[in-house]
Structures are given as structure tokens and as C-alpha cells.
């Protein structure tokens, strides 16, 4: 199905319709779409421009994380103590906010772009890019946070008052508080651009799961 943006609409070829928030944000996200064994190097499957390709393939609107997700426990892919941070966060927002969304589902946004493109080339590693996109909010949960305090929580993955703070809605008063300022949406989105997005060629992904078999049941 196809969708179009009418002000802060979104507005499908039945007539079907979706409220915006009206401010674009901004994604950064992986932007790998070839494999090749000659790499050079190990590759993680969360190097692939997955977001990419299925926004492309739906025309511009991607599903929730948590409808992605339905069916799975909610997990980390980290290890060690940002595993351990990130476990004390969920555990204290299902306690305390359930309201607020996981950080185990959810999109990270920025609501800048410049504060974007400073991430991009000083704190995240791998080939990223910059898309634009809006939050459906139908269903939304939505909330800002100060990436700092969750930076702090790796080094101190078991201080709980930390790791509620996180949770408080974060309202930057500088520009260093700005540039730290996280979107965290468990929401569908629309990505006005979809059309120039790549695809993931099939082969790559059947080459990629070739080399890297899952690891035999203990």
C-alpha cells in the first residue's frame, strides 16, 4: 500500500489514516546492503541496512518494533555490563513506568539533525546513514532521554536510582544537553524519502547466513 503525507496526515490509497507528529526526526541507521567473504572482517548482522531495505519494500511505513517483536521475549544483543544496564532499565521502567517504551523495542531518534550528523561521525561506529522519518502516533509511547545517565549506568550497571532517572522525561537546557538528547519510540514510522532507498540483494543475506552458521545448542 501506498501512503502520502497530507500536513500532519497519513493518508493510504483506501483512505485510510494515520496522525503524525508533525516534526520530522531524524535516523540514523546501518547502511550495509552487500556482503562478500572477502570482507575483511567479521560482519554483524546489524550491519545490514535492514531498516532500509523493509521501509523500502513497505512503501515508507515500518511497523512498530514491539509488533515486530510480538511473540519474543524482549532482549539485549549487548554483553557483559551494558547487558547488565540494560536489563536494570527495563526491569525499573516495567516497574515503575510501564508507560514509557522499552529500550529492547524501540527506534532511537534524534530530533536534530545536526545532532545527528555529530553522532554519526563522532560516537557510532560502521557505515550509517541519515534518514528522515515522522512518528505515526496511533498507538505511540515516545520519550526523551538523556543518553548520559545510560552512558553513566554501563559503568555502574547496578545503581538503581541512576537507572530511574533515565526514565524522567529529559528537557535540555543547553546545547551539551541537546546534543545528548535521545528519542526512545516504540511507534510505527513513515520515511518520506522510501523511494531512494537500497535494497538488500537476496544473495548477500543467503551468503552472510552461510558463513556465519548459528552456534550448535549446548
Known amino acids: 500500500m501506498s501512503w502520502e503525507m497530507h500536513g500532519s496526515k497519513l493518508v493510504g490509497l483506501a483512505d485510510e489514516q494515520c496522525d503524525l507528529w508533525p516534526n520530522e526526526l531524524w535516523y540514523v541507521v546501518p547502511s550495509r546492503t552487500h556482503y562478500s567473504p572477502y570482507d575483511g572482517k567479521k560482519?554483524?548482522?546489524?550491519?545490514?541496512?535492514?531498516?532500509?531495505?523493509?521501509?523500502?519494500?513497505?512503501?515508507?511505513?515500518?511497523?512498530?518494533?514491539?509488533r515486530m517483536a510480538e511473540g519474543r521475549e524482549p532482549r539485549t544483543l549487548k554483553g557483559g555490563a551494558a547487558s547488565e544496564a540494560e536489563n536494570l532499565?527495563?526491569?525499573l521502567r516495567q516497574e515503575h513506568c510501564p508507560e514509557r517504551p522499552s529500550r529492547l523495542r524501540c527506534y532511537f531518534l534524534n530530533r536534530d539533525k545536526d545532532v545527528a550528523e555529530y553522532r554519526i561521525g563522532d560516537t557510532l561506529r560502521g557505515n550509517k546513514?541519515?534518514?528522515?522519518?515522522?512518528?505515526?502516533?496511533?498507538?505511540?509511547?515516545?520519550?526523551y532521554a538523556d543518553s548520559r545517565?545510560?552512558?553513566?549506568?554501563?559503568?555502574r550497571p547496578d545503581d538503581a536510582p541512576l537507572a530511574i532517572s533515565y526514565w524522567q522525561t529529559f528537557e535540555p537546557q543547553s546545547e551539551e544537553d541537546r546534543r545528548n538528547l535521545e528519542v526512545v519510540a516504540d511507534c510505527a514510522l513513515y520515511f518520506p524519502d522510501w523511494k531512494t532507498f537500497p535494497t538488500i540483494p537476496f544473495e548477500s543475506l543467503v551468503q552472510w547466513q552461510q558463513d556465519n552458521p548459528p552456534p550448535l545448542a549446548q
Not at 546513514?129 to 520519550?143: D, S, W
Not at 545517565?149 to 559503568?155: Q, W
Open 43 to 66: 560482519v554483524r548482522p546489524l550491519e545490514f541496512a535492514y531498516v532500509l531495505h523493509n521501509a523500502s519494500l513497505a512503501k515508507g511505513l515500518l511497523i512498530s518494533p514491539t
Open 129 to 143: 546513514t541519515l534518514v528522515r522519518c515522522f512518528v505515526v502516533l496511533n498507538g505511540a509511547k515516545v520519550h
Open 149 to 155: 545517565i545510560y552512558e553513566r549506568l554501563e559503568g
Open 89 to 91: 532499565l527495563e526491569t
